[in-house]
Structures are given as structure tokens and as C-alpha cells.
């Protein structure tokens, strides 16, 4: 084997390492969320992860850190989910709304985690990743609804802010457990508030 060749084979496996323990700690992260989320600091998740603090650390400053990873893989399996799709207009909001009621059932514990001082449009003019892939993830879905609707597209913006506020997973999440509404119920209620806030 020449030298060049075991380099390479060793960059392989460093970056397999990287990818695992990277793997490794966002379920870790997702698992505590969801079973003790008072208790959710570095050393827990490492620990839950079973890779000691310090390499864990070499990944993520802090426990925000992870989450922020963490709720940014779970949005673009939304974007994902909304970019494949070949649903059109209400159609195409509607199971996007769907898929995004499913990533809540599995993941919602974690991404209610995370909470910004900063609004909305601040985050999303200011580039935040999370936010930007979840407007990316919106975008097409409610661009088609404002269309349907008879809506201008200069809208859409103002369309995406109140899709944050009205599909707020903290919200929904609320909605499940407090009301006794069933999940079709708040999926069918929300989507009429949503299309009358739009039309003012």
C-alpha cells in the first residue's frame, strides 16, 4: 500500500468517525428531549450518545449547539418532503401541513428546545439556517395556496410569518394535549384560519 493510499484510507475513517459520532449525538440529543428535557446538558447527551465530553464538545460548543443541528435535520426532511412533491396549490400545502404534523409526532420534544429572542423575519433576513430551510421548505407550498386563493406572490412573505406563528410546533404540540381535539381536527382548523388570516 502506498502512502498516499493509507492516507486516504485514514482520511476515510476519520470522516466515518466524524459522521458517526455526529449521527450518535443528535439521537442522543433527540432521545433526552423527549425523556428528561430538564436535564439536557452536554455531558447527558454524550454520555447518552456513550462518546466521552470531550469529543463531543470537538462537534458542538454547546447543548444549543446540538439541538440547533438537530432541529435543522429534522426541517429538511421537510423541505425535502416539500421539494419532491408533485401536489400542486391546496393539495400540496395540505400534505406538507401532513408530513409536518408526522416530524411533530416523532420529533416535536427537541424542536420546541430551541427558543430565539429574535423574531421571525429578523432570523430569516439575517440568514439563521433553521429558519431559511424552513421558508425553503414553505415556500412552494404556500406560494401555490396564495395563488389559489387569488392572492398576490408580493404576499408571501407576510404568507410564511403567519405559517410560523399558526404551525408553531410549541403550539401545536399544545393544541394535542389540552384541547382533546383530534390531529385531523387542528390539521382542518388551522388550515381554515390560515386561508381567512390570508385573506384578511
Known sequence: MTGRQGARRGEDKLRSDTRRNRRRLLEAVGEL???????????A???RAEIGPATAYRY???VDDVLAAYVLSVVEE????SAA???EGQPLFDSVVD??????????????????????????HNGNEIIVAMRDAWARP???LLDDLGL??????????????????????????ETGLSRREIVIRLAEAYRGALRG
Not at 428531549?33 to 455531558?43: F, N, V
Not at 429572542?117 to 429578523?122: S, T
Not at 412573505?157 to 403550539?171: G, S
Open 60 to 62: 458542538y460548543s454547546t
Open 33 to 43: 428531549a423527549r425523556e428528561a428535557p430538564d436535564q439536557l446538558t452536554m455531558h
Open 99 to 124: 408530513k409536518w404534523m408526522d416530524l411533530l409526532d416523532e420529533y416535536g420534544p427537541a424542536l420546541v428546545q430551541i427558543r430565539s429572542r429574535q423574531g421571525y423575519l429578523k432570523r430569516l
Open 85 to 87: 412533491s408533485t401536489a
Open 45 to 47: 447527551v454524550a454520555s
Open 152 to 177: 398576490p406572490d408580493e404576499m408571501l412573505e407576510y404568507a410564511l410569518f403567519l405559517n410560523n406563528i399558526m404551525y408553531d410546533p410549541r403550539e401545536i404540540q399544545d393544541l394535542l394535549r
Open 78 to 81: 421537510l423541505r425535502d418532503f
Open 142 to 144: 404556500v406560494r401555490g
